[in-house]
């Protein structure tokens, strides 16, 4: 299913948390092809409230599930829930997303599902920081990727059909 609109920009869509996702993110973004970041709409959405987000042309933030340091509460899902369906709105109504690159972490993966299902593509690169096991956002998102990313040859065990690109 691909959900075009006649006037909307060919969008890029990038997930990445606050840290070493959002670093990863900035990674990727720059070495984007010359022309392919000419022809795109590079929009970053993000959990982090401190991100300078200059390089986009847009940027995002939802609430996440899983605030940082403490424990998750009802209040948290919903507030979740409703700052993706908002987002999913804003997605299907203005943009033409042709890909979604995701760097984790969980809060991706319902954008990132949202995005797949209006026909871009999903690329996904797992955590710098895995070496033996998989992140909630890999886990999840591995069987849905056209493309998937480890950055340490160890994962390659648990993630068969991943491509290794070595540290970004």
């Known amino acids: 299913m ?3 609109r006649a006037h909307s920009p060919a969008t890029l869509l990038f997930i990445a948390g606050e840290g070493g996702h959002l670093e990863e993110a900035l990674r990727v973004l720059v070495s984007l092809d010359p022309e392919v970041r000419a022809a795109s709409h590079c929009v970053l959405i993000t959990d982090s409230e401190l991100v300078d987000g200059s390089l986009f042309d847009e940027c995002w933030s939802v609430d996440t599930c899983a605030p940082k340091h403490r424990a998750v509460e009802l209040r948290d899902v ?19 997303i042709r890909m979604a690159i995701v760097t984790g972490p969980g809060f991706a993966v319902i954008p990132a599902l949202a995005a ?29 990727a056209d493309q998937f990313f480890v950055q340490h040859k160890e994962l390659l065990k648990i993630y068969p059909k991943a491509t290794w690109v070595g540290l970004l």
């Open 116 to 144: 797949k299902v209006l026909g871009g593509k999903l690329i996904v690169f797992e955590s710098w920081a895995r070496f033996e096991t998989r992140s909630k956002c890999g886990r999840a998102l591995y069987r849905f």
């Open 78 to 96: 919903l507030a979740y829930a409703v700052s993706s369906a908002r987002l999913l709105w804003r997605m299907t109504r203005h943009y033409d």
């Open 2 to 4: 691909k959900f075009c």
